[in-house]
């Protein structure tokens, strides 16, 4: 499975944007080339953090030298964590309480199956589909309630605060790819500049030979 997503490593604040890929055997992170940044074996994966149901963190630890991680922030990561968790169930580890799933034993009938990020997924998905029809409003307002999960005021204010910083995250990436790209540009002109200059050097040591 593999889903878009903006990519820091270790405590970096550079953000790029990216993919994040999930295989059997471990996980992959690519550039925006499709570049390989780094591959973590399955048994390699020290440690998965859930810091929200949008961003997670990987850790790989080493003796003696720096530990490798990466941070992934995705609009989509709902769709990987409950993925994660079962490939990484010993290793992976939720910092807020409210993240992990909720025992199906204990919870209600409308909260049965719903986590934080489903809560936050659902509302996505489910508010283009609570219109009024052309027959009576009443008439669809049950199979709205029984459809829709609870949400918590909470959680709504948390998923917008969640959407801000995704939308700050991309705005930066695209500033900083906007400058990376007038480097190159002034490399590229130097570069010719250069390559202009040994030519008429080689152009008059050949007529001085």
Known sequence: MTIPALISQGTE???KSGRFTILVSGVEI????SLLMHR???EDVDDIKV???YEISIRQRFIGKPDIAYQLISAKMPEVIPILEVQFSKKIEFLDSTL???STGT???AEKGYSLWHAASGLMDHAGCCEPSSGSPDSRLPSVQSS???ISEGDTQELGQILRKLR???LNAEAELGKQNEALDCITTAVDRTTLTIHKHNQRMKKLA
């Open 13 to 15: 604040s550079h953000v």
């Open 30 to 33: 690519h550039d925006a080339d």
């Open 40 to 42: 973590f074996e399955r």
């Open 51 to 53: 810091l929200t149901p």
């Open 100 to 102: 992990m799933p909720r």
């Open 107 to 109: 919870s209600s009938p």
């Open 148 to 150: 829709t999960p609870f």
């Open 168 to 170: 700050d995250l991309a």
